[in-house]
């Protein structure tokens, strides 16, 4: 979340930087600063009075020990009003402290200076586009055509075992998805990321540090009973590791990763753009986080875009990066790059990865702090990707590799598949 002390003295920033995200409520600014000059208030009158109790006390002690008790006993007297109005006041604080919190976890992050406004994504700027559209033979399928002829997954079955959106994988789809996940761990930690096994369920302090709470709270499934949610992505469990730590600025740059499956609940679409692998409650997924030092951020930022890149080159995977324009960005980053792969059978674009830098949103949140050679204490940037998030990845495959043989393997997967045909 944003720190109170720049809303109040960056008014005018943090109003613009709203309106690039296209926010409803911008009232929310002057709500925070009128109740934070309240709270500014009621912490001066009681550290004065405490102040005052404090000098009372040392009185007391001094009286107490020269011999003059009844001096000392009548100064006892007149502080039993400043208990009690201390309890008042601290009473005030914290209602004012929540009433503070609860307005400034509304506000989403800032966005960087190079987000542009915007509210759908056709807003988005194309920065980069690589490789050019698969040529596929006439009468080319689409993925869940494909998946239906050669039975390496099964839609329908998943439905009957759960429900839309959980599909089967069998046979060689099954292996190739453990193939992909194999590849994308492989290159992560040999780029230095550590690999991390992490739980799939979490609670709500962890979903509120990352910022899936209480934005997203309808998007989560919720294990009701023991007040759990299932994971929407790795980053969750993996960024709430260092919830509540201090590191020390030598242990900067931290790079995990961590194969998970991912949970979403999507509010009910139809058509096209949802069918088969494009939509998914239930998906497997390589993440990529970092904790880096506040002047390293976009710098690591460049350096996970074209990491995520290298991944969609090797698999032979036309691609283009979009920058997300302020309206289409999640609510806390501060700049998110999207990678889209072309799929030729559906003539459309697939979204496969996010990469974002929230800055100090999440480590606000997280009390996620580091302390420099200078002994200070500030917040770390934290940031992740996907890389790479499976369903979309397969249907790009499975399309864009499609042949009179049948659907060919890239390369760089079949020492991980054993084979080199999905026939």
């Known amino acids: 979340m944003l720190q109170v002390n720049y809303i109040r003295e960056n008014r005018e920033k943090v109003l613009e930087g709203l309106s690039v995200r296209n926010f409803k409520h911008p009232e929310l600014v002057d709500e925070i600063i009128k109740i934070d000059e309240e709270r500014r208030q009621v912490q001066t009158s009681l550290d004065n009075l405490s102040a005052v109790a404090n000098a009372a006390a040392k009185q007391i ?3 107490m020990r020269s011999g003059k008790k009844e001096e000392a006993e009548v100064l006892k007297a007149e502080t039993t009003s400043n208990k009690e109005e201390h309890k008042n006041l601290s009473d005030q604080l914290t209602e004012v402290e929540d009433a503070l919190y609860g307005l ?24 980069y586009e690589h490789g050019n559209p698969a040529d596929l033979p006439e009468g080319a399928l689409p993925h869940w055509e494909l998946t239906a002829k050669y039975d390496i ?10 429900g839309a959106g959980f599909p089967v994988y069998k046979g060689k789809g099954a292996r190739l998805q453990r193939a992909l996940i194999n590849f994308f761990l492989d290159h992560a930690t040999e780029k230095g990321y550590r690999e991390m096994q992490v739980p799939h369920l979490v609670n709500e302090a962890s979903g509120f540090g990352t910022g899936q709470l209480p934005d ?3 998007q989560m499934y919720h294990a009701g009973v023991d007040n759990l949610y299932l994971i929407p992505t790795a980053e969750v469990p993996v960024t709430n590791l260092y919830r509540d730590v201090i590191l020390k600025e030598e242990e900067l740059p931290i790079k995990n990763t961590a ?13 096209a753009h949802v069918r088969g692998l494009n939509r998914l409650h239930q998906f497997d997924k390589v993440e990529i986080v970092q904790v880096v030092h506040p002047d390293k951020s976009y710098e690591v930022l460049e350096d996970m875009s074209a990491y995520v890149q290298s991944l969609l080159q090797e698999l032979g995977l036309h691609y283009r990066v979009l920058r997300l324009c302020g309206g289409d960005m999640g609510f806390t980053s501060a700049m998110t790059y999207d990678m889209e792969v072309w799929s030729a059978a559906q003539q459309r674009w697939l979204e496969v990865s996010s990469v974002s830098n929230f800055e100090t949103y999440q480590s606000n949140r997280l009390k996620l702090r580091f302390k420099g050679a200078s002994g200070k204490t500030q917040l770390a940037h934290t940031l992740n990707g996907s890389a790479l998030a499976l369903p979309r990845i397969v249907a790009a495959i499975l399309e864009n590799n499609q042949t009179e043989k049948g659907i060919k393997i890239p390369e760089a997967l079949v020492k991980y598949t054993g084979f080199e045909y999905i026939d």
């Open 61 to 63: 002690g001094e009286l």
């Open 104 to 127: 400034i976890v509304q506000l989403p992050n800032l966005p960087h200076h190079l987000v542009k406004p915007g509210s759908v994504a056709e807003d988005n700027e194309v920065v």
């Open 153 to 162: 997954i099964d839609f329908e079955l998943g439905t009957k075992i759960t």
């Open 216 to 218: 997203k709270e309808g």
């Open 259 to 271: 194969y998970t499956p991912c949970f979403r609940r999507e509010a009910g679409s139809y058509g």
